[in-house]
Structure formats: C-alpha cells, structure tokens
C-alpha cells in the first residue's frame, strides 16, 4: 500500500517558471489537502479538496492552483515561481465526515527551491 | 485559530518515559486535540487524538485535563527512532467536513542512547 505519494521530490526553479507538483493516494480518501513548511517552522494550509471537482483556499492560497479531476490525484500549479514560495511542500489525504475526523496522511513531501 | 503552546526542545534517555506538555487554554469545547510527529526529512504522521477523555493506542497515550486547557502526550518507552518534532494541534472544521490543522512550532524530541 503505497498511501500518499508526491513527486518530484527536489525541484529547482528559475524566477518566473512554472510547474505542478503531484500528488496522487491510493487508500479511496475523499478529502485532499496541500500544506507548505517553510525552515524551522509548522505547516500552513495552501489548498484542500473535499471530493473530485471541489477545491477550496487554505490559509497561503496566493501563488498557488489546484485541480481535483479524479478521487486519487491533486495537484499543486505554480503558475509564476517567486523566492518566497521556497519551501517542502506536503500533500495529505483522509478519510471521513466523522465529527472527530479522521487522521491525515502525509505524503513524503517535495522541495522547492525558487532562485 | 484557538493556538497551542509547546516547550522548543525535550531530551529523555532510551527506554524511559517521555511526557510532552501541551497548553491550550483558549481551547473551544468542540476542538478536538491531535498529536502528530515528523521524523527528520518525511511528512507529519499521525499520533493521536481525543476530545476529553484520556486515550491510548500502540504509540502513545495522551492524557487531557479536566478543564481541557492542557494535555499530555505520553511515551511510554522512548526509542531512538521516537526522536522527532512532536506537534499538538487543535484541529478546526472547514466547510464541508475538511479538518484544518493549525500547525505551532512544535516540540523537537531528542533521545539519547
């Protein structure tokens, strides 16, 4: 069982570029999520996804687009790279509506090198 | 966003207990309390969770104050490979049933042979 996967898992970018990162799970969850984790700090929501076809904004959305086409992919656009989007990011899925929620998993993140 | 705090930094030795501390005193009564740990270089996992009763599975246990302003997260018997960054987390609902964790600095774990 595979889980959460995200690839590349290094990326270097040029001021200006663009590119997706992917995300795809493989455990049938219905919510989808993207966080960032800049040096020494916590994550911060970007994005997340309660089914296919529905995207909502996390807390640092600016920057960022998503899509949600299918139950298993979710992936991050950045459509003009800028040093301040410099940062791993994570991509998460889970599964119920349960009033405790279930929990998160992560995937083994990307990092993102903007210069 | 209700805010937990956490000391930076823990040491303990292998095999003895750990107690992570966690304040959260503008803590809603519907915000369930979650634990998550990142090892060096991989994504956040989960620990575990509770809403007022104290709660144990095969990784840790995690014990809640009365007035809930307060929790505990229990090892039992550190490992080397408990050495990690140990987030508390008051997890808030999005719309449509989506959990937002609200990630703090965290508490960084090291265990000592």
């Known amino acids: 069982n595979a889980g959460v996967t995200q690839t590349p898992k290094f990326r270097i970018l040029k001021i200006g570029q663009s590119m997706t990162l992917q995300c795809t799970q493989d455990m049938n969850h219905n919510y989808m999520y993207w966080y960032r984790q800049d040096p020494g700090m916590g994550l911060k929501l970007i994005y997340y996804?309660?089914?296919?076809?529905?995207?909502d904004k996390g807390e640092v959305p600016n920057g960022y687009n998503v899509s949600r086409s299918t139950t298993e992919d979710f992936p991050l656009r950045l459509e003009l790279a800028a040093p301040s989007q410099t940062s791993v990011y994570f991509c998460a899925s889970s599964y119920s509506i349960s009033g405790d929620g279930s929990p998160l998993h992560f995937g083994n993140g990307t990092r993102l090198t903007v210069t | 966003d209700a805010k937990t705090t956490q000391p930076n930094s823990m040491e303990s030795n292998e095999e003895e207990p750990v107690h992570l501390p966690c304040n959260h005193s503008?803590?809603?009564?519907?915000?369930?309390i979650h634990w998550y740990r990142q090892l060096p270089s991989q994504g956040p996992e989960y620990v575990i969770h509770g809403l007022t009763s104290n709660v144990n599975n095969r990784m840790a246990s995690l014990a809640i104050a009365e007035d809930r302003k307060s929790s505990t997260l229990i090892l039992h018997r550190a490992t080397l490979r408990d050495a990690a960054v140990y987030y508390c987390i008051l997890r808030a609902v999005l719309g449509q049933g989506a959990q937002k964790l609200v990630f703090g600095q965290g508490t960084r774990l090291t265990i000592n042979p």
């Open positions: 996804s309660v089914g296919a076809g529905i995207t």
């Open positions: 503008t803590i809603s009564g519907t915000d369930y």
